[in-house]
C-alpha cells in the first residue's frame, strides 16, 4: 500500500494563478480531510469529505475548493492563488469507524509570490 | 469549539533523560479522543499514541505514555530514555466522537530537542 500520495511536493506560484493539489489514498477511507501548517501554529483543517460525492468546510476553507468524485482521490483547489496561502498542505485520510486514526501525506509546501 | 493549548513551545532535554510534553484542551463534549503526533524534519506527520476518553487507563507505547486526566482536561506526553531520534515537533490534537469524528483540532507544537 501507498497509503496517503500527494502531489506535487514544491510548488511556486504568483498571486492570482489556479492549481490544484492532488490528493490519494489506497486504504479504501471513506474520510478524507485537507489541512494547512502555517509558522508557529498547528495544523488548522481546510475541508473534509465522509465519502465519495459529500464535503464539507473546516475551520479555514476561503480561497478552496474540493470535490470527492472518488472514494480515492480528494483534490484542493486554489481558485486565486494569495500570498496568504503560502503554507504547507497535508492531506489525509481515516476510516469511518474506531479508533479514528488519520493518515497523513508527506505534505506540500506551497509559496504564493 | 473544541481547543488545544500547548503552553511549550520550544524544550529540549539531554539524551536517556525523561521529558514531558503538556497539553491542555477545552471541550464540552464526553466522548472523544486524544493523539499525540510527531513531525520530524522530514514533515511526515506520525501519530506516537492515542487515548480514548472513556477508558481511565493511560495509553503506553513502548517509550510513549500519557497522563489523561479528564477533569482537569490535560492530556501530558511522557517520554522516558529519550533518544536523538525523538527529535521533533509534537503536536497534541483533540477529535470528538462520532458526528465531527473526522475532524481533528491541533495544539501549536511543542519543538522538543534531544541533545548528545
Known sequence: NA??????????????????????QDMNHEYMSWYRQDPGMGLRLIHY?????????????????????????????????????????????????PPYEQYFGPGTRLTVT | AQTVTQSQPEMSVQEAETVTLSCTYDTSENNYYLFWYKQPPSRQMILVIRQEAYKQQNATENRFSVNFQKAAKSFSLKISDSQLGDTAMYFCAFMKEGQGAQKLVFGQGTRLTINP
Open chain 1, 49 to 97: 469529505s465522509v465519502g465519495a460525492g459529500i464535503t464539507d468546510q473546516g475551520e479555514v476553507p476561503n480561497g478552496y475548493n474540493v470535490s470527492r468524485s472518488t472514494t480515492e482521490d480528494f483534490p484542493l483547489r486554489l481558485l486565486s492563488a494569495a500570498p496568504s496561502q503560502t503554507s504547507v498542505y497535508f492531506c489525509a485520510s481515516q476510516p469511518s469507524g
Open chain 1, 3 to 24: 497509503g496517503v500520495t500527494q502531489t506535487p511536493k514544491f510548488q511556486v506560484l504568483k498571486t492570482g494563478q489556479s492549481m490544484t493539489l492532488q490528493c490519494a
